[in-house]
């Protein structure tokens, strides 16, 4: 019965995955860890986002591993890309899934990680989209990280749904986005790839930007808290990124999902899905 509710609830429905997407990234797929190429600004970001991801979730903990922070965490990184913020929480102690629907980036990660013994067991990569891995993944993460990924899914509120279901009570999601706003047009898209050829033309839409109103009311409406909202502002003569108070084109958010989520709600949740035992984490394969 379970299986047959799962199927019902999330195998027929549309997919949150842009075709047009995938095309895209899939012609970079090889270039993901040229820290000089494409993805040099997605490189930096580790700069910044990577202690936000680990500062607040060692607040929010009474446990401490020395050299190992994340230790015994569960974190999916979803749109892992090649993995550049998959192995460095993997080196924290974090045990990381990773997932991604274009194939050649999980094949380029899986090669990545192949160098470092550590992270070979720390780090397993599915080529898989969210809502793929909903049904074998029920409550089953600590952290789910979706870094320069909303902005790019063809069903935002889908995304966000999957993201509470495979979410435990009480963890934590984090984001960084783009706002959509007339500067973000201008610095995003005119300015980063047409002009300055960081990013390469047609990377974004600005269409598909998300403003941090927007996303906090779609994390509100699916048991969501929002904790935390930071602007972001990368440099591109320095080729770094820093905290700004001003949200307007780049930002960061941390938001937790309710304990009581689901739990009184069948329209929502059936209950065949919420008494089902969490299986581990999602295939075997950032």
């Not at 460095?88 to 094949?107: H, K, W």
């Not at 706002?179 to 974004?204: C, D, F, R, W």
Request: hydrophobic share 40%; with cysteine; glycine share 6%.
């Amino acid at each position: 019965l379970f299986r047959l509710t799962a199927k019902r609830l999330f195998s027929t429905s549309h997919s949150s995955v842009d075709p047009l997407e995938l095309k895209k990234f899939q012609l970079l797929a090889h270039k993901w860890w040229d820290e000089e190429g494409e993805y040099a600004a997605l490189h930096s970001m580790n700069d910044i986002r990577v202690p936000f991801i680990r500062d607040t979730l060692l607040s929010r903990s009474s446990n401490f591993h020395l050299g190992s922070p994340l230790s015994g965490v569960k974190i999916l990184d979803v749109g892992c890309g090649g993995g550049l913020l998959s192995e460095p929480l993997g080196r924290l102690g974090a045990s990381v899934t990773g997932i991604d629907p274009v194939e050649d980036n999980i094949r380029t990660a899986d090669q990545h990680k192949s160098f470092d013994p550590v992270l070979a067991e720390r780090i397993q990569y599915k080529s898989s989209s969210l809502e793929e891995i909903v049904e074998e993944s029920m409550e089953t993460f600590d952290v789910i990280v979706a870094s320069e990924v909303v902005e790019h899914v063809a069903d935002l509120e889908m995304f966000i749904k999957c993201c509470s279901q495979v979410l435990k009570p009480e963890g934590s999601l984090f984001i960084t986005t783009i706002n959509k706003t007339q500067l973000s047009y201008v610095l995003g898209i005119v300015v980063a790839e047409k002009i300055m050829g960081i990013l390469p033309e047609g990377t974004h839409e600005w269409d598909k930007f998300v403003p941090p109103e927007e996303l906090r009311h779609l994390l509100e409406s699916n048991g969501f808290s929002v904790k935390t909202v930071n602007g972001i502002m990368y440099n591109p003569l320095s080729g770094s990124w820093s905290w700004v108070e001003n949200t307007s084109v780049n930002y960061a958010l941390h938001a937790v999902k309710s304990r009581a989520w689901g739990q009184s709600d069948p329209a929502d949740a059936p209950s065949e899905l919420q008494s089902k035992e969490p299986s581990g984490t999602a295939g075997a394969s950032l």
